[in-house]
């Protein structure tokens, strides 16, 4: 058995793949110096492919590392210039594309906090996040400008940039976008105050260089907002060390080679499972990440798999599922993916095996949470285990510790909470001291730092191996999205019929889960399903928004009234 120096046996380290170190000498630098080291060994390399898909043909021109770099230079002097300083959040409001990553990366070397956002979210959704965050700017993509100039006053938004998705259009696609729209009747943006600018000019020519930014490995990078495991929205503060180490770890299990490897960037970049697989991880080895905004639109996805020969493509089950399902399968050459990875989501084995039937690829499940930047656990390419969430990966520690207390940890086998100690665990919930000791608890006995409590009940195997046998309480994930009862509750509260609400998730064939309400009306009052859906629509991204609704005269409780939403989920 391998020993840390502590003596601490950690049996996982026999199953890592040749080559996969169990220690890391991460780099002390902040995340977006990975870029600049990038741009610098390999300038000519594809930093990012972009385009769309027209019927069946795939559209798209690249960017190269020293275009990316010099336009994030650009745009961080120009940041600077309205007045961005250490520490100052600014978000992002944008579906993949290049300037979410000219946005994100110029941000910080501005000396800024990048903050991204769901772009889907209703406008008093983002009006939450923005206000909590303290951010001053936004930038954002034109369709959701006007969402943002209607909250920008109660959010405390001063600027806002905004860019056009055609921008890094080839020029045919940009020529048959721009038609396109203008059938539709157009969709023309005009900016509402001076205080707002189109991010083109922003990055555009030649500029002063910004000045050098005095953040450094130990500051927030981003807040990357969410749930947690108590479904209270709270800010995650992610450092550039953890980004960095988690990126470099990364690189190292899935035997990234540098200025060469191909990744498929579906993953929403604003997540974090897609900011460290697709974003950070390609930038940290010069490779080319090939961006697709709409995540189900599984031809793209296919047709640039098949197009550009891409060796990585991380994703989560319902994208697998998508695959596997597709009529058209058989017709796209998939055979170049040497490894993909699942997460977010529990992956069903069926899929797992279906998929690396069609592929001949390695798809290995793992586990990561936004507070750990996101990656704690994957299973080793070359030793698999279905069912499970694999092994820490270098540098990572973890313990399954008493449900009750937190504090005893359990013998091999035992079902408790999952806990994780590494150098991608956050500094912290932004502006939530009490949170955040609920969360980071120190375990001197166990090893030093502070141990994160996942809220995941999970066993360890006599290998090292982890499977999660209970989720976080309550929580649903639909498409590899958090969903938090309280948060559609909160809103089916708001409808003048409703008495009572509970929410819960229902297995869906695509999305995994679907959220399901159940609703009391009040006496006299009346409402149908497709009312209530329409209801919710208003006030709640997409995903979150009930699938269904069921009518009930009460709603089952506990002795002290809490609802039993498990006996719900049972039917």
């Excluded at 994160?452 to 290998?463: S, Y």
């Excluded at 309550?474 to 708001?494: A, H, K, S, T």
């Excluded at 995903?543 to 002795?559: A, G, H, N």
Aim: some cysteine.
């Amino acid at each position: 058995m391998k020993e840390q120096q502590t003596g601490v046996t950690k049996p996982w380290l026999d199953w890592y793949d040749e080559g996969v170190p169990a220690t890391i000498d991460y780099p002390k630098v902040r995340l977006d110096q990975l870029l600049t080291d990038s741009a610098a060994k390999h300038p000519e390399q594809r930093a990012i492919i972009f385009g769309g898909r027209v019927g069946s043909r795939i559209l798209d021109a690249a960017l190269s590392y020293q275009e990316l770099d010099s336009a994030v230079n650009r745009l961080a002097s120009s940041l600077q210039r309205l007045g961005v300083e250490q520490g100052d959040r600014v978000a992002i409001i944008m579906p993949n594309c290049p300037q979410f990553v000219i946005t994100f990366y110029g941000i910080l070397r501005a000396g800024g906090t990048a903050v991204p956002c769901n772009f889907m979210y209703s406008a008093s959704e983002l009006e939450h996040q923005l206000a909590d965050a303290g951010a001053e700017i936004a930038c954002v993509l034109s369709p959701y400008y006007e969402k943002v100039h209607s909250v920008r006053s109660d959010a405390g938004i001063r600027h806002v940039i905004v860019t056009n998705i055609k921008d890094y259009f080839p020029p045919l696609l940009r020529l048959l976008f721009t038609l396109m729209k203008e059938r539709q009747g157009g969709h023309r943006v005009d900016l509402s105050t001076p205080e707002d600018f189109w991010l083109a000019p922003l990055v555009a020519g030649i500029g002063p260089a910004p000045e050098p930014a005095r953040t450094g490995p130990q500051d927030t990078a981003c807040l990357l907002y969410t749930g947690g495991t108590t479904g209270v929205p709270k800010g995650a503060q992610l450092t550039h060390r953890n980004l960095v180490s988690n990126a470099v770890a990364g690189m190292a299990w899935s035997h990234s080679r540098e200025a060469q490897d191909i990744t498929i960037g579906a993953l929403p970049l604003f997540h974090s499972y897609g900011m460290t697989s697709v974003m950070n991880m390609s930038v940290a080895g010069a490779l080319t990440m090939v961006l697709i905004p709409d995540p189900r639109d599984i031809l793209h996805i296919m047709g640039s798999i098949s197009k550009h020969q891409a060796t990585f493509y991380p994703a989560v089950p319902t994208m697998y599922v998508a695959i596997n399902s597709h009529p058209d399968v058989d017709n796209f050459d998939l055979s170049s993916i040497r490894a993909c990875l699942s997460g977010a989501a529990p992956l069903p084995g069926e899929v797992q095996e279906r998929f690396q039937g069609l592929t001949n690829c390695a798809l290995v499940e793992a586990y990561g949470l936004t507070e750990s930047s996101p990656a704690t656990h994957v299973n080793p390419l070359e030793r698999n285990k279905i069912g499970f969430i694999g092994v820490p990966w270098p540098d990572t520690d973890a313990r399954i510790v008493d449900v009750d207390t937190g504090e005893e940890e359990l013998p091999v086998g035992e079902i408790g909470e999952l806990i994780i100690n590494g150098p991608q665990i956050m500094k912290g919930y932004w502006t939530q001291p009490t949170e955040t000791a609920n969360v980071l608890r120190e375990h001197p006995e166990l090893g030093p730092g502070l141990w994160l409590h996942t809220g995941d009940i999970a066993r360890m195997d006599e290998e090292g191996y982890f499977q999660i046998v209970d989720r976080k309480k309550d929580m649903i994930i639909c498409g590899g999205f958090n969903v938090y009862p309280r948060d559609v509750e909160e809103v089916l509260y708001q409808h003048p019929a409703v008495e009572e609400a509970a929410v819960v998730g229902i297995p869906d064939e695509y999305r995994g889960e679907t959220v399901r309400a159940f609703v009391v009306l009040k006496e006299d009052a009346s409402a149908t399903e497709k009312e209530i859906i329409a209801f919710c629509r208003e006030q709640l991204a997409s995903y979150k928004t009930p699938s269904s609704v069921v009518f009930r005269s009460e709603l089952p409780k506990s002795t002290v009234g809490k609802v039993l939403r498990r006996e719900l989920a049972r039917g």
